[in-house]
Structures are given as C-alpha cells and as structure tokens.
C-alpha cells in the first residue's frame, strides 16, 4: 500500500499575494469592516490525538506524512510575524496545532510572544490551546515563560467515551491532573472545550460539568462546541450536530443557566451563568448560530500559510517573504492587504445552502491551522 498522503492545501495553489500598497488607508478592516484583533498560531500539525472531529484515525494513520521541521516556522520568525501583526492591531494570540505542547521547548516561544506589547506599551493577551496530554509537566514552565491562561479540550468524563472520541489509550484523569497543574502554576481562568457528536458523547454534557464543577467551582468555564464541518476528512453529517439551544435546555434543567453578556466584540462563545453561583458555562455554536459577523480572527499556519477562516481552502505563503528580502514594513502592508481583501463569511454561507454546505474547493485541516 503506497503512502498515505493527504494533500493539506494544494501548495501550487496558493493564493498570489497582493500588492503591498493595494492595503486602503485608515484603520484596518476587511470587506464586512471587522478589524483584525486576534492570530491563532499553529506551532505544528502533529498531535499525539486522534479526534474523530480533526484527525481522524483512519486517515492520519502511521503512514501519514507530517511536515519536516524545516518546514516549520522557527520561533523567531513566529515572533516577528506575530509583532508585525500587533502593529496592524492584533492584541490577542492563541498557540494551536495540531497538539501545541509536543513542539520542543514550546515554552521558548511562549517568552518571546510574552514580551510583545502593543503599541500602547499594555500586554498581549496570550492563551494557548491543548489537550491537555502534557500540561502537567509543562505547567508551570509555560506559567514562568509568560503565559496566562490555557484553554484544555475534553470531550467526556467516562474513559470509554472519551476514547471514542480521540481514539488513544489516553485516561481522563490524566488530562484533570493537567488542569489542576495549570490551576496550581497559577494559569486562570481554565476553559475546557468539549467538542459535542450526538450519539457519541452528548449523554456527558451533564457528568462533566458536574465534576468540573464540584471539583473546580468557577475556576473552570466549560464550552461545549457544536460538531463542525471542518476540514474534508472528519465524516461531518448535519444529524451529528447537536444545537448549542438543546445543550443549554439539557445542563439548564439541571443547574439553571442564566445568560451573560459576551467579554468581547469577536468572542466565539455564548456565555452562560449558573444561577446557583457555581460559575460560568459557555456554547460555541457555528453550525446553528453563526458568528461570523464580528469574527476578527486569522490564522497562522505551521508553515507560514496566512488563513482568513477556518473553513478555508486557501491561504497566503508568508514564509516566502520571511525568509526573502521583505522587511516588516513590506511584510505589514502584505498583511493589511489581505486583510482588506477578506469577505470570509462560511458559516452564514452554510446555514444558507443548507446540508453540504457551500460547493467550493477542499477545506484546510484543522490540525493544520488550529481550531
Ligand atoms: S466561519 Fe470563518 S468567518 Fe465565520 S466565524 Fe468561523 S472563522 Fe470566522
């Protein structure tokens, strides 16, 4: 059987870059006028996982090709992109991957980017994104270097489940002594993501916000995410989907929720509050109430590649110019002109064409850009 090889995005086809002074005048903002205010960075599209929602096994078998090293963008230049990005307005970053912790001495990174400020001398919000494999031992290395708070994915309290949905021998129990570690080295809040497959791990909605709950008061904000249809490999159908309104209805019969207003223009999650005072609880619902309208979110790939949506096919090569003669200033207008140029709207656009989804090319993987 030959390689198993699953073209990530079509190299040849990435999108031209724009001419650098096509970026329009005033404050940066794309066609539907979101400024840009958050990066997700991914530092490696491996992963120690294999959710059936990101990377499923089957696909992402031993023969899967992951990116050589050389490929990768080293830290130094992971930093001065992300500099480049916070003087065109960018004041949160978020590490992603694949799984962020496998990356060697990902905790380096962490200090440069924590030594960023913006423009106005304040410091970046920098959070980062696990599954929580690793936190234990990388806590309090990752609280020295910078970082402030950590978001975990955990998609179910039973052991059973919770390998039906990311297919390693790998115990709950590990991943929670994580969170304590984390809580422990002083990273709060903690928000745990769990993604939600009707017929797979919906029955433990309840369980685990009990247990996070009694085990962590309001030091932890469980999400529960709807099942999305990300990349072109994870199998996404519709009747898979459970609707966030069916998630809140469940959990509020029994702990009451009251709603909250969003922290920010741009956040992803509906908050919710238990009236009880035990804390927060949250839904992120882009298959049934999408969020595009404010989304001020681009992503960095592995490699470089410059992500206007999740949900894209395509994305600008930026390690080219990195390690070419472009200076920041080349590199930033580059940016900006990207920027202007984006009308990403997937999630409004799903709704509207129904199961499927919008007819356009391949999908970018998860693990390759970050979730
Ligand atoms: S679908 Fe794309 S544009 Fe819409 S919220 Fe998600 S990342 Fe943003």
């Known amino acids: 059987m030959g390689e198993n090889i699953i073209p990530l995005v079509d190299w ?32 490696t599209d491996r992963c120690n996982f294999r959710c059936s929602y990101c990377m499923p096994k089957e696909v992402f078998d031993h023969q899967y090709k992951f990116l050589p090293h050389s490929s990768l963008l080293s830290f130094e230049e992971i930093t001065r992109l992300a500099r480049v990005f916070v003087g065109l307005g960018v004041r949160k970053l978020r590490l992603t991957g694949g799984e962020p912790l496998l990356r060697k001495n990902v905790e380096g990174l962490v ?59 790998f115990p709950v129990a590990d991943v929670l002594r994580g969170v304590d570690a984390a809580l422990a080295a002083g990273l709060a809040p903690i928000k745990i993501n769990m993604v939600v497959k009707r017929g797979t791990n919906d029955h433990e909605i309840v369980p685990l916000a009990r247990h996070l709950r009694e085990r962590y008061g309001a ?7 709807e099942f999305m249809d990300v990349g072109a490999t994870n199998g996404w159908r519709m009747d898979e989907v459970l609707p966030s309104a069916e998630v809140v209805e469940r959990l509020s019969a029994v702990f009451p929720l009251e709603p909250l207003e969003p922290n920010a223009v741009g956040e992803t ?9 035990g804390g927060e ?48 200033a080349r590199i930033g207008a580059t940016i900006a002109a990207i920027w202007n140029q984006r009308d990403d709207r997937y999630s409004e656009l799903r709704g509207a064409a129904g199961p499927g989804g919008p007819a356009g090319a391949r999908r970018v993987e998860m693990h390759y850009i970050g979730g």
């Open 12 to 43: 040849r086809q990435d999108l031209p870059l724009p001419d650098p002074l096509a970026g329009a005048a005033g404050p940066l903002a794309d066609r539907l006028g979101r400024p840009l205010h958050d990066l997700r960075i991914s530092v």
């Open 281 to 328: 609880f949250g839904v992120i619902s882009s298959v049934t109430r999408a969020f595009c309208r404010d989304c001020n979110r681009a992503r960095l790939s592995t490699e470089g590649r410059l992500f206007m949506c999740l949900f894209a096919s395509r994305g600008h090569d930026l390690r080219a110019l990195l390690r070419g003669e472009a200076d920041d």
């Open 219 to 225: 030091a932890v904000v469980l999400r529960c995410i």
């Open 111 to 169: 200090e440069q980017l924590a030594a960023l400020r913006a423009p106005d001398g304040s410091a970046l919000d920098l959070t980062l994104t696990t599954n929580g494999s690793l936190l234990e031992r990388k806590a309090v290395a990752l609280q020295r270097a910078g970082l402030r708070r950590v978001t975990v994915s955990l998609d179910a309290l039973d052991d059973a489940v919770f390998r039906r949905m990311n297919d390693v021998d």
């Open 269 to 277: 999650a509906q908050r919710w509050r238990y009236r009880d005072g």
